[in-house]
């Protein structure tokens, strides 16, 4: 009876032993990201900092993720790529992110914005032209369908100012803008950081306004096209814990911007190559939105995504697309929690 | 002639009745819900996008801003092309001589310019006549170099032997006997010049087709990207017919 009893009492601690054994990890496996690489589309624009920060400073590394960091010169590329399937996680300028719900594709969500800056897109003139009534009869270069093209068009109207007939608008890229401004091919030019800094340097350029006189700015502080957080959809509904892990390792980056931005800076310049005086500069114009900050912005109450509905009309009036969808159908906050 | 003529008819309703079946197709497979709009729009979201453009009154200035700087790209490259290439493709020396120049310049795409061409000419209307006329050059040349070339050399050697000078020997003989092939090579070369449009309108555009897709893909609008490809193709048809009219009356015997 003893022996038995024994054997007995073995063979339960054997038995608990290995399915202890087997417990033990997979309790600590349903944290495990299910996807160890996290493909994100960026570009050197600021939006795109707390990613760059994350993978510099090891936010994501420490909870066993990689990420991949696809640069793309246009938001339009980087939501084209999210549609195709070929990235995972993205920040877009709201203007391709509101374009793409036009065309009524529903395979993203938008879930959070990151920023909020003023300063650091504007528009930058010869110093002959002091107002913008000035631009009346010159050309003024715009990379069309971007956030700069919206400022742009807004300006124009704010000052009974019509493109086209009264102000020529070229279509430029960025990059190509100071090539074309210092050959006195165009008068002015609307663009962003980083070639907004670059630019105000030359010789005889000057700073007309900035993006804080765009209309929406004034009312509802939001910019001419305000950072969107995007994911595929599907990638959410398939790897739940790779997506918490990623955005604990987004957001403790856009903590490490708001309270370290010098450490920051210094990862930063490899990205837009500007001096670290410039990249301090352009981080000082940057309000961090962090996690806890981000239903309150997209869902309850939803300022941002109200400003977004607005943004959305506002393309609509000025014929940039057909017509405007309702925000709110994107955007997903469950993953916040 | 009229069993040929019936069987051409024949050929022809043929054409029409796969062409109305790939539309039927195409609109049934949109409208049942296969595939999404973005990545592949129905006929009839097509066609009414053309409506509304159309309304607009902004078809056509598409449609001729970018024909005029085709033509104009094309037709320079074109008139230099072709006393080059004959003068090229009667002379061996000379032919050796820039056979380096061309054979570097035969594979650039029209894209690999717009840098070049944005430094040297800016962002105006002759840089844009200049990336079509860059991207159709070197093929033009080429061609008209091998069809000069084609020529029988009994027929320029009877020309030398009764006098005629290296001049006479191209006006009087090579001209006229390649010319045939000239033309067809510069219909294959219109074509050519038609796919640097969207090169040639990719930088300081504001209208023009390769604008009109080109920012169409900036808001996602695939229906008029879908109508800026099929306006290019129709357009390209239609000067392609007018290019054969004028071939059937300036060379008869290659009807």
Redesign the interface.
């Known amino acids: 009876m003893k022996r038995l009893g024994f054997t007995k009492i073995a063979k339960a601690i054997l038995v608990a032993m290995i399915t202890l054994i087997f417990l033990i990890p997979s309790v600590y496996a349903t944290d495990k990201p299910e996807k160890i690489t996290v493909v994100y589309g960026g570009s050197s624009w600021l939006g795109h900092y707390p990613a760059w920060v994350g993978m510099e400073k090891g936010t994501f590394k420490k909870r066993g993720l990689g990420v991949l960091f696809q640069r793309f010169y ?1 938001s ?1 590329g980087r ?2 790529a999210l ?1 195709a399937g070929d990235l995972d996680f993205a920040s877009t300028g709201s203007i ?1 992110g509101i ?2 719900m ?4 529903k395979t993203f969500y938008a879930f959070g914005t990151q920023d909020s800056y003023a300063t650091v897109e504007g528009i930058v003139a010869k110093e002959e032209i002091k107002s913008i009534k000035d631009l009346k009869g010159k050309k003024l270069a715009v990379t ?2 971007s956030s700069a093209h919206v400022l742009a068009l807004d300006i124009l109207e704010q000052n009974g100012l019509e493109p ?1 007939k009264d102000v020529m ?5 960025v990059s ?1 803008m100071p ?2 401004f210092k ?1 006195g ?2 008068d002015a030019c609307a663009l962003w950081t980083p070639m907004f800094n670059k630019l105000l340097r030359m010789k005889g350029a000057h700073l007309l306004l900035d993006d804080t006189q765009f209309s929406l700015f004034k009312k509802y502080g939001l910019g001419p096209g305000p950072d969107l957080l995007v994911v595929r959809k599907e990638f959410i509904e398939k790897y739940p814990n790779t997506t918490k892990a990623f955005l604990e390792g987004y957001f403790e980056a856009v903590e490490l911007l708001k309270n370290s931005p010098k450490e920051c800076a210094e990862v930063l310049v490899k990205l837009t190559n500007l001096t670290m005086e410039e990249q301090m500069g352009v981080l000082k114009d940057i309000q961090w939105y962090g996690f806890a900050k981000q239903r309150e912005l997209m869902d309850k109450p939803g300022s941002f995504v109200e400003g977004m509905q607005k943004l959305a009309d506002f393309l609509v009036k000025h014929k ?3 017509k405007a969808p309702a925000v709110k159908e994107w955007v997903n906050t469950a993953i916040l929690k | 002639m009229r069993g040929k003529k019936s069987q051409v008819t024949r050929y022809a309703y043929i054409s029409v009745a796969s062409f109305v079946l790939i539309m039927v197709l195409w609109e049934a497979f949109c409208r049942l819900g296969f595939i999404e709009p973005i990545f592949l729009p129905s006929p009839s979201q097509i066609f009414s996008r053309a409506l509304k453009m159309y309304d607009q009154g902004t078809l056509f200035l598409h449609v001729i801003a970018s024909t005029r700087r085709v033509m104009v790209g094309f037709m320079v490259s074109s008139l230099v092309a072709i006393p080059v290439g004959l003068f090229l493709g009667s002379s061996r020396f000379f032919k050796a001589i820039f056979d380096p120049v061309i054979s570097l310049l035969r594979p650039l795409p029209s894209m690999s310019w717009i840098p070049i061409s944005l430094l040297w000419l800016g962002i105006s209307e002759t840089q844009k006549y200049s990336i079509v006329f860059m991207g159709s050059f070197a093929p033009s040349l080429l061609y008209i170099i091998e069809s000069t070339r084609n020529i029988d050399p009994i027929l320029i050697r009877a020309a030398e032997n009764l006098g005629a000078t290296k001049r006479d020997v191209i006006k009087e003989v090579i001209l006229p006997g390649a010319m045939p092939q000239i033309i067809a090579g510069l219909k294959v070369m219109l074509g050519i010049a038609w796919t640097c449009i969207i090169s040639a309108e990719l930088v300081a555009a504001q209208e023009g087709l390769g604008f009109l897709i080109m920012n169409a893909k900036e808001y996602f609008q695939t229906d008029t990207i879908f109508l800026g490809m099929l306006l290019i193709s129709l357009t390209v048809i239609i000067i392609d017919v007018t290019f054969r009219r004028i071939e059937g009356r300036l060379l008869p015997w290659t009807r």
């Open positions: 246009a339009s939501m084209g549609v391709s374009a793409l036009a065309s009524g594709i069309f369908a086209v608008l070229i279509n430029l890229k190509e090539a074309a050959t091919e165009v940039q697309i057909d």
